[in-house]
């Protein structure tokens, strides 16, 4: 059951359940006063992050550019034969 927050510039933000997620959920209609209100993006998940990154997303910075040597190397997985002869687990 998908929630989205909107944001009605009388009554402020509320959100609204929805039980699917097809269709456009870009803007409703507040419960409160029935005008149109504008969906609202908010990240997910802050409570997990650090507070650096959370408030790096609040403040909509973008994240730093790095170079290559930065980076370091980049390993790529070995791949493994399957044990068994069996074709759909490769």
Known sequence: MPSYTFRCETCGDF???F???????GSA???AC???????????NL???S???K???ERGMEPRRMTREELGTRR??????????RPWQA
Do not use: D, W
């Not at 039980?19 to 959920?25: A, E, I, P, R």
């Not at 790529?76 to 002869?85: C, D, E, F, G, T």
């Open 34 to 44: 029935g005008t149109a209100s504008k969906r609202i993006f908010l990240p997910p």
């Open 51 to 53: 507070s650096q990154l």
């Open 19 to 25: 039980k699917t997620m097809s269709g456009n959920k």
């Open 29 to 31: 209609e507040c419960p």
């Open 15 to 17: 959100t609204l359940h």
């Open 47 to 49: 409570y997990s992050m």
């Open 76 to 85: 790529l997985p070995i791949k493994r034969s399957p044990v068994a002869n």
């Open 55 to 57: 408030s790096r997303i």
